[in-house]
T-cell receptor, first 112, second 113 residues
């Protein structure tokens, strides 16, 4: 089955700096890669996703890039703000079903 | 706006009890999922269902079962609760992952004493 790795487990950045979170996946058949943000005490919420026929996608301050050859994808957050502090999960799915396999999550802290 | 509602936010149960966690979605989604979330372990899939009366084991099904008698409702059952099942349980639903991903419920924090 699919295995999604997410490193490191924590990341701390200064407000205004950029943050990059990387994930790798194992199943070359995976074709859908969403990112979820979970604020403290709240449910995970989809913030951006990318499909395998696209190399990059942007939405305001966030972007996701996909490298199918290397089987990794990354979340880029520019001009970070304190409200970006949260746990971020990457996930992958593909093939005949829609089951998502999640990474273990990374805790992003934005220092004011 | 899709809503996924979990019946309890916090639950305390005794070891050996049979526990039911309920999840209801209101957007006619075919797919429903149960995950548990533990610090350092991320989200781990317990069971999922693609249709009524259909269920499939996820990565950690031991000690759990599920029921899906109606399309909108997916129940997680702990047959005999144990302390190592103390966790946050998250329900999710989706049309298909490739169409837009999951919508999660708010979670149920279960403590087994």
């Amino acid at each position: 089955g699919e295995n999604v790795e997410q490193h490191p487990s924590t990341l701390s950045v200064q407000e205004g700096d950029s943050a990059v979170i990387k994930c790798t996946y194992s199943d070359s058949a995976s074709n859908y890669f969403p990112w979820y943000k979970q604020e403290l005490g709240k449910r995970p919420q989809l913030i951006i996703d990318i499909r395998s026929n696209v190399g990059e996608k942007k939405d305001q301050r966030i972007a996701v890039t996909l490298n199918k050859t290397a089987k990794h994808f990354s979340l880029h957050i520019t001009e970070t703000q304190p409200e970006d502090s949260a746990v971020y999960f990457c996930a992958a799915s593909g093939g005949a079903n829609s089951k998502l396999t999640f990474g273990k999550g990374i805790t992003l802290s934005v220092r004011p | 706006d899709v809503k996924v509602t979990q019946s309890s936010r916090y639950l305390v149960k005794r070891t050996g009890e049979k526990v039911f966690l309920e999840c209801v979605q209101d957007m006619d989604h075919e797919n429903m999922f149960w995950y548990r979330q533990d610090p350092g372990l991320g989200l781990r899939l317990i069971y999922f269902s693609y249709d009524v009366k259909m269920k499939e084991k996820g990565d950690i099904p031991e000690g759990y079962s599920v029921s899906r008698e109606k399309k909108e409702r997916f129940s997680l059952i702990l047959e005999s609760a144990s302390t190592n099942q103390t966790s946050m349980y998250l329900c999710a639903s989706s049309l298909e992952a490739r169409l837009g991903g999951y919508t999660f419920g708010s979670g149920t924090r279960l403590t087994v004493v």
